[in-house]
């Protein structure tokens, strides 16, 4: 059932040479403390870590004992200022990844020790998480960038591509939209500038890279998710490639049953399982009627594969049965039915009243921000419900941030943004005040969903029903009913090769000056390099949008790679935007 | 051709020495030299003379000069003039133009304190060891660079005598003070100064000493009468050299060889000892009856030479000693220095330098008389070719012969080394390239370097120039040390062009020389900031490994900032502007262009570093016109400076989010509900303010919530605080008082709808279904009765559910019927309902056999209605 790619479908460059990278150089770096030592790990490193070096590496290398450290500064302060206080002498050594910041060093020297610590930059920014998906796991990205204007991260993103290019050559052709996308474009560039000559002269393995920030495309990454590894990652979490649900447990979301149901419609893969099932107990079943060698082949040869595989079902047909349970319980036939409703645009007086309903039963203030979000950009008008008294004082900060992010649009403009702006423009000089217009306006954006979605036929006409076990274009992961916008967008690009003929789409997205594409002359791209993409999205991606592309490229003979700030979806969204009681 | 050998002078049966001169000085020294100080770097390095030494017969007025000149006598001062103006062709014949007017060079006026001894470090600085125990450092071109002192005990005692002796850490300093005590520091880049122990019974200076190096640690020999004694850093040991002949009474004069491998001692007896330096072995000795002590004795010995020989030199005669029973004997016209070497003695005196040094072993081979060795055949061969005789024939076949030929063409290639004239270097070359046509295979490395590696030393070794430096003493300082020299003479396009000659990597070759010409440049201060730049820019341009703000940084170091910051214009790499600009205190443009560079990090720190440096007015304006800073700083005082932040937003009048400011204030900062909820009266003004009445108005129901939460817990106990009005409400009914929850209720306007949602979910969570009926009764309830039904299924309560059901609206019964299990009378109703979408609703719930009728009954209406 899992669709073949075509067979001219170029081969994916070999991504773990990446992790070895990595690998080597946490060696080098522990190597660097000879003896034995302990290890402090940030909670946040320690699923990336396990995947780049396991405990039995970390023992080869004399780490004795492995902590997890919660809050990093306050606890090496406490802890250098413990020894000391008790008289101890040793040595200790902060690695920080993937960058060290100004403000580390700062925060030692606050502390008192940093004359007692040695730093270090451990530059782990890419992890691949599959063959062709590489996450920098910086989930902090969406809000420090698109919330908080913090362009630290931009530099990470320039550091990672540099790194690309140097493995995998240049990359002929490169398009992007987004403030965040050509930020990190150009810093990019200004990187292979300064260290000219090490890629020039190879030959590209990847012939396209296209650059996305997040805020084009919000809509998208806040649909509930129907492809099955998006489900799975709604419904229990995928982090670092892990699923972390209580079915699951820490189980690794591979293997073979896995690779073929990920991204298949949800409908599809109950059935594909139980079709599964039936042929697994066929396979078991061939052991009767065999004499004592056929039976000793069996045991020997295929019944471990059996059993593992017999293992993977059983825990797929759990998570099945337990998202299933999930989503009917709060109705999720409703709830899609209403989201497809907001994508159409129709019945929009129905769908806001399920919204108020949500609302009113207090289901999950995090669904019902995301539905409200939803409405407010694809409807482009303000779903303001007093929503705050009802669910604390804090949310009422996370309507602001919303808004500001660009979650939720107002109707009108803003009265205090444009008095800000106009009280800036007053005092510098013309063309500076120009530029903070733009950012201004593009901070006070409106979103033209509505637009936007015709102009790219995101909603395909149906006539009849629509078959998901035969997806006929990349609205099956939405269950046909809506074409992800930046998958599409990505489409059209490519056909192109340049954003020609889409100023009206890029317009109605307020890119107009964010909108890039940079071809080289040099035509040593092989043809087959020129159908491996390279996407990177700044600020998440959806596994739905994963899927679509991963389809996509089966369509077109293209192989697409991912490059993603952190795997998302809506609900990471929202929690990244809320304001939460500390 | 014949009398090649006559300047060689045997010495015992197998050494030959030889003596050339290097250069006939120049330099015009109206002063014998034994009136000076004289101190000569190795390597061909400079020479410095300090005339009119403090003598106590001299009068006071009399300032001592401190001159220093090239090996060849040019005044170095005159190399500084010669490519101060940039000559970008070769500067050498402007050296010679404007030399004269050189001359008249105002001389350095010593004015500090008498000077005890002079030398040179390996970096080539000149090191002056005063008499306070002050060490004043010199650059090569008579720049004061820094001083450091030998401390407080030779400062007491003053410093009688002092050495300055090169160890493979650098340069060492050795004291002999007034009190008879040393004190060393064994590199003078990184002082550390050693005391070391007392002599016992030494009531007199010694009469001769030095400083060893040994295993890498400094010792000092030295000589009280007939006694040796040898200070380590603890101990001071008495020591005897082996084999010494009797009779000696007092050691006049000790000689370390280069390497400080090798030790020679000269006794009052006019006896010579010669030994290793650890003192454990002889080597010869020698009895040359000379009974004045000599002046000087120096080692002359090359590396892997067998050959063992001390230079002694009195007034007026030089004698070469080893093992033999005859020694060299020289004259000397004229007051003469000796300068150790690597392999040889350089020996220079008011009109000459010569260079004195065992014969190598390939010239001796080729050159020796009679000599019937390969090289010597190859060379007479190619000499007959040039002459067309057929006689070059026979030279060749007999080395063919016997097989030598290629060991030929090596000797010749060895030879062609160590010659110093370039006459003689080009015929041994002729030989060896006439020899290799007659070899197949012969690797041409070896000639080929060696005619670049003579090319080079000829270039070093012109008058002009004056680096005598001989092939081994090039191969050991290496090629990267002599660009060094080179730039420290800022001989900038001799080192280019030897870089180019030699194709070294630009990164170390041109771009470094280029570099140094450039920190050299910013200097000229009679030129304009433009003009310095400009010529620089058009030099440099982009060449790789050149870093623009090393260059930069130097013009700053030469309170030249203008030129700086126009340096800077040129460094591609933000990242090394800002730290420059930031200390120039340009901190704005170091603002700008670290925001131009995109690195958050870098704009970090310039942030704070204005914020220390401006007042916060003029901070926070700075901060105004560049919004990318403004929202780091901000995300900063998020996190260290809340209330800088308000300031911020108070500035900006930004009210929006100074409403944010106090919200979130009202539940991370206070602790007391006064506290709060003043402070949510701020936040409810600002957001007035900001025209936000939706948030303002909601800040001020948070408001009166908090104050009634804080009364329902005085009076009914419990908590309530910090609940949110769902909550509290759902709270209320939980607890049993719905007359409160609905005050609350109407008091908040909570909307109906959400009203209703919330009770029915508290009573049944509550499992209370009488009053839950009760509740239903109220009135005719606004979200329909399909939701009791959902809720109290939840609650696995169907006899409950069922009685809701029959209430729930005609176009909801279908789904309530469902939902509590009644498939039949479900489909009764769609079929009445002739709704086809809720007929197929009912047929999918239809399972097994048991609704099998059911299923039927729909088909058949289905069937009917779509004959109608």
Not at chain 1, 83 to 102: E, H, M, N, W
Not at chain 2, 1 to 8: E, G, H, L, Q, S
Not at chain 2, 381 to 400: C, F, G, H, T, V
Request: with cysteine; proline share 4%; charged share 25%.
């Amino acid at each position: 059932m899992a669709f073949p790619h075509r067979p001219d479908a170029p081969e994916l460059p070999d991504f773990s040479m990446l992790k070895r990278l990595a690998r080597d150089q946490l060696i080098y770096l522990l190597e660097q403390l000879p003896g034995k030592k302990d290890l402090f790990i940030e909670a946040d490193l320690m699923s990336p870590l396990d995947r780049i070096a396991n405990v039995s590496i970390l023992k080869q290398h004399e780490v004795d004992k492995l902590y997890k450290v919660e809050n990093k500064p306050a606890l090496s302060s406490s802890l250098v200022n413990a020894d000391k206080l008790a008289g101890r002498t040793r040595k200790y050594k902060v690695i920080f990844s993937p960058q060290k910041f100004y403000a580390c060093e700062m925060v030692l020297e606050e502390e008192g020790i940093y004359g007692d610590v040695s730093c270090d930059e451990w530059a782990f920014s890419l992890l691949p998480l599959d063959v062709d998906l590489l996450s920098m796991e910086l989930p902090e990205f969406f809000r420090d960038y698109f919330l908080e204007g913090d362009q630290r991260w931009i530099n990470t993103v320039a550091q990672a591509l540099h790194l690309l290019s140097t493995l995998y050559g240049p990359f002929p052709n490169c398009y992007g939209i987004g403030r965040c996308a050509k930020m990190a474009y150009e810093l990019w560039r200004n990187l292979e500038e300064e260290e000219d000559g090490e890629t020039k002269g190879r030959r590209p393995e990847i012939g396209h890279i296209f650059l996305l920030d997040r805020d084009v495309d919000f809509v998208t990454a806040l649909c509930s998710q129907v492809v099955y590894e998006g489900l799975v990652d709604d419904t229990f979490r995928i982090k670092c490639g892990k699923c972390h649900g209580p079915l699951l447990g820490t189980s690794h979301m591979a293997g073979l049953v896995f690779n073929e149901i990920r991204n298949e419609h949800f409908s599809n893969v109950f059935g594909f399982l139980s079709q599964k099932a039936r042929n697994l107990q066929a396979q078991y079943d061939r052991r009767r009627g065999m004499d004592i060698k056929q039976m000793k082949n069996f045991v020997s040869q295929e019944l471990k594969g059996l059993k593992q595989e017999h293992r993977l079902l059983s825990l797929h047909i759990g998570a099945c049965e337990s998202i299933m349970k999930k989503k009917t319980k709060q109705d999720f036939q409703e709830l899609i039915k209403t989201e497809h409703a907001l994508l159409e645009g129709f019945n929009i007086r129905e769908s806001t009243s399920y919204i108020e309903e949500h609302i009113d039963r207090q289901v999950s203030p995090i669904e019902s921000l995301r539905l409200m979000c939803l409405l407010s950009i694809t409807e482009n008008g303000d779903a303001r419900c007093s929503l705050d008294t009802h669910y604390g004082p804090e949310h009422l900060l996370t309507f602001s941030n919303l808004r500001r992010a660009g979650l939720l649009t107002e109707q009108a403009p803003g009265d205090t943004l444009t008095a800000v702006e106009s009280k800036v423009s007053k005092l510098v000089t013309d063309k500076a005040a120009g530029k903070i217009t733009d950012a201004f306006s593009s901070l006070a954006k409106r979103s033209n969903f509505r637009a936007i979605s015709k102009k790219l036929n995101l909603i395909p006409r149906v006539d009849g029903e629509y078959d998901l076990k035969v997806p006929r274009d990349m609205a099956y992961v939405f269950s046909g009913a809506y074409v992800p916008l930046s998958c599409r967008i990505i489409e059209q690009v490519l056909e192109r090769r340049s954003w020609q003929g889409l100023d009206e789409v890029v317009r109605l997205l307020n890119c107009s000056d964010f909108a890039f594409t940079d071809m080289t002359k040099e035509d040593k791209a092989s043809s087959e390099s020129l159908r491996l993409i390279l996407v990177v999205f700044l600020g998440g991606c959806t596994f739905s949008e994963i899927s679509a592309l991963r389809f996509l490229g089966r369509e077109k003979g293209y192989r697409f790679i991912f490059l993603t700030t952190a795997v998302t979806n809506s609900a990471r969204l929202m929690e990244a935007m809320s304001e939460v009681k500390a | 051709m014949d009398c090649y050998t006559a300047n060689w002078n045997p010495l015992g049966d197998s050494a030959f020495y030889r003596k050339y001169e290097l250069y006939s000085m120049d330099w015009d020294l109206k002063e014998e030299l034994r009136d000076c100080l004289v101190a000569a770097a190795p390597y061909g390095g400079p020479i410095a003379l300090l005339r009119n030494p403090w003598r106590k017969e001299k009068a006071a007025s009399v300032r001592p000069v401190l001159d220093i000149y090239s090996a060849s006598g040019m005044p170095l001062a005159s190399l500084l003039v010669s490519t101060s103006d940039g000559p970008w062709g070769l500067g050498l014949d402007r050296v010679s133009s404007s030399e004269d007017s050189l001359r008249n060079l105002s001389p350095l006026q010593w004015k500090s304190g008498p000077v005890v001894s002079l030398g040179w470090s390996a970096e080539e600085e000149l090191l002056c060891v005063q008499e306070d125990g002050a060490v004043l450092v010199y650059g090569l071109h008579g720049d004061f660079r820094r001083h450091f002192s030998m401390g407080n005990e030779v400062l007491q005692n003053r410093v009688l005598d002092a050495r300055i002796f090169h160890t493979e850490f650098g340069s060492g300093v050795a004291i002999l003070t007034g009190a008879h005590r040393f004190t060393l520091s064994a590199n003078v880049g990184d002082l550390k100064l050693r005391r070391m122990p007392e002599v016992p019974g030494l009531q007199s200076a010694p009469s001769c000493w030095t400083a060893l190096c040994q295993d890498r640690v400094a010792h000092v020999l030295l000589a009280v009468g007939p006694d040796l004694y040898l200070l380590d850093h603890a101990a001071c040991s008495a020591v005897t050299p082996p084999g010494l002949a009797p009779g000696v009474s007092s050691f006049l004069q000790m000689a370390v060889s280069f390497t400080y491998r090798h030790l020679a001692l000269f006794t009052d007896t006019g006896y010579i000892w010669m030994g290793t330096a650890s003192l454990k072995e002889k080597l010869c000795e020698f009895n040359c009856n000379i009974r004045a002590p000599p002046k000087q004795m120096v080692w002359c010995s090359r590396p892997r030479s067998k050959e063992r020989a001390v230079v002694v030199a009195w007034e007026r005669r030089l004698m070469v000693v080893g093992d033999a029973s005859e020694s060299i004997q020289f004259v000397l016209d004229e007051d003469s220095y000796l300068v150790p070497e690597l392999d040889g003695v350089r020996i220079f005196s008011r009109s000459t330098h010569e260079f004195l040094h065992e014969v190598p072993a390939a010239s001796e081979e080729i050159f020796k008389i009679a000599s019937m060795a390969p090289g010597a055949l190859l060379l007479e061969a190619q000499k007959e070719y040039e002459k067309e005789s057929q006689k070059a024939d026979e030279y060749l076949r007999e080395i063919q012969e016997l097989g030598q030929l290629t060991q030929a063409v090596q000797q010749c290639i060895e030879a062609a080394g160590h010659e110093h004239q370039p006459d003689m270097q080009k015929s041994l070359l002729r030989a060896a390239s006439f020899g290799k046509c007659f070899l197949d295979r012969f690797p041409p490395n070896s000639f080929v370097h060696m005619c670049q590696d003579l090319r080079v030393l000829n270039a070093v070794r012109d008058y002009h120039i004056g680096i005598p430096l001989t092939y081994s003493q090039y191969k050991q300082l290496t090629i990267q040390v002599l660009l060094d020299r080179l730039v420290l003479r800022r001989l900038y396009p001799l080192a280019i062009q030897i870089c180019e000659y030699l194709r070294l990597p630009e990164v170390q070759g041109v771009s470094r020389i280029l570099a140094h010409w450039a920190c050299y440049k910013v200097q000229q201060k009679d030129v304009s900031d433009e003009d310095v730049a400009r010529a620089i820019n058009q030099k440099l341009g982009d060449t790789p490994g050149v870093s623009y703000s090393d260059i930069a940084a130097r013009a700053y170091g030469c309170g030249r900032t203008e030129l700086a910051i126009k340096l800077l214009e040129y460094e591609p790499r933000s990242g090394e502007q800002v730290p420059l600009l930031l200390k120039m205190k340009r901190s704005k443009l170091a603002l700008s262009k670290a925001i131009e560079s995109g690195d958050t990090d870098l704009v970090f720190t310039v942030l704070l570093h204005l914020k220390n440096e401006l007042n916060r007015g003029d901070f926070f304006m700075t901060l105004r016109n560049q919004p990318m800073a403004l929202s780091l700083y901000r995300q900063f005082c998020k996190h260290q400076e809340l209330e800088t932040l308000k300031d911020l937003y108070n500035q900006d009048d930004n009210h929006q989010e100074l409403g944010s400011f106090h919200i979130r204030a009202s539940y991370a900062a206070e602790e007391r509900i006064e506290g709060r909820v003043a402070a949510l009266q701020t936040a409810a003004d600002a957001f007035y303010k900001a025209k936000n009445e939706f948030a303002a108005k909601a800040t001020e129901d948070q408001m009166r919530l908090l104050r009634l939460q804080r009364r329902l817990e005085d009076e009914l106990g419990g908590q309530f605080l910090d609940l949110s009005l769902h909550d509290t409400v759902t709270t209320l009914i939980l607890g049993g008082h719905n007359k409160r929850a609905e005050q609350l209720a109407r008091d908040f306007r909570i909307p109906d709808k959400r009203l209703w949602w919330l009770k029915l979910t508290a009573l049944a969570d509550l499992e209370d279904w009488e009053e839950l009926e009760k509740f239903s009764k109220s009135k005719k309830s606004p979200i329909g009765y399909l939701p009791f039904v959902e809720i109290c299924m939840k609650q696995h309560n169907k006899y409950e559910a069922k009685k809701y059901a029959s209430r729930v609206g005609p176009e909801q019964k279908v789904k309530a019927l469902l939902l509590v299990g009644d498939v039949a009378q479900a489909a009764d109703v769609a079929i009445e309902h002739r709704n086809e979408a809720e007929l197929s609703l009912v047929l999918s719930h239809c399972t097994g056999a048991t609704d099998g009728a059911t299923a039927d009954k729909i088909q058949r209406a289905r069937a009917q209605a779509q004959k109608k």
